[in-house]
């Protein structure tokens, strides 16, 4: 089974610092990756999201991602915070189900990291 | 705008009570999904419908039962609320094509059993 491990539940930053959260996964084979972000009370925005190709992948807001097989890696990357970027940030991994005309069986979540940005 | 469209938005029971929360999709996904969303737990999936026709227990399935109904929708049914399922539920579809695959997620549904 494929499960997501993120090890920061709370990372504090300065405004203007540069942001690293970890993430670490399991699955046996190749997964597609994504990052969400989720404000109080709001919903889930994608970030970015692997599959294959550059392992260095571009999102929305600024927001890198580097995919490492040799460590199960995807780390989430920003060089420079500004203030609205305080919310919650989940790791998941998933597959595709390529017997059931190319559906999927669900996203593994990790349980987030909170991050909190110092003025 | 195209989406994923959950009601209500939010639903207070009473324990024991029963309620369907519906999801609907308008972007033809085969794939669609219920998740649960608790403090410090991230989401966890309950049920999914791989394709139309089909449908299979995730993590947390007790307690629930899904439907779907058509390619567009699929409902998750509490039949006797408990308060442990107080949470925060979302819907998503989504696509698996080479170059074009995601999950696309519903508002969510705040559920408080009492």
């Known amino acids: 089974a494929q499960s997501v491990t993120q090890p920061d539940i709370h990372i504090t930053v300065s405004e203007g610092a540069s942001l690293e959260l970890r993430c670490n996964y399991s699955?046996?084979?190749?997964?597609?990756l994504f990052w969400y972000v989720q404000s109080p009370g709001q919903g889930l925005q994608l970030l970015l999201k692997?599959?294959?190709?550059?392992?260095l992948v571009q999102g929305i807001k600024g927001f890198e991602a580097e995919f490492k097989r040799s460590q199960s890696s995807f780390n989430l990357r920003k060089p420079s915070v500004h203030w609205s970027d305080a919310a919650e940030y989940f790791c998941?991994?998933?597959?595709?189900?390529?017997?059931?005309?190319?559906?999927?069986?669900?996203?593994?979540f990790g349980k987030g990291t909170h991050l909190i940005i110092q003025p | 705008n195209a989406g994923v469209t959950q009601t209500p938005k939010f639903q207070v029971l009473k324990t024991g009570q029963s309620m369907t929360l519906q999801c609907a999709q308008d972007?033809?996904?085969?794939?669609m999904y219920w998740y649960r969303q608790d403090p410090g737990m991230g989401l966890r999936l309950i049920y999914y419908?791989?394709?139309?026709?089909?449908?299979d227990k995730g993590e947390v399935p007790n307690g629930y039962n899904v439907s779907r109904l058509n390619k567009r929708e699929f409902s998750l049914r509490l039949e006797s609320a408990a308060p442990s399922q107080t949470s925060v539920y979302f819907c998503?579809?989504?696509?698996?094509?080479?170059?074009?695959?995601?999950?696309?997620f519903g508002s969510g549904t705040r559920l408080t059993v009492v």
């Open positions: 998503a579809s989504s696509e698996w094509q080479p170059h074009n695959y995601g999950y696309t």
């Open positions: 699955y046996g084979a190749t997964p597609y």
């Open positions: 692997y599959f294959s190709g550059d392992t």
């Open positions: 998941a991994v998933g597959a595709v189900l390529m017997y059931s005309g190319g559906g999927a069986d669900g996203l593994t």
């Open positions: 972007m033809n996904h085969n794939s």
């Open positions: 419908s791989a394709s139309e026709g089909t449908t």
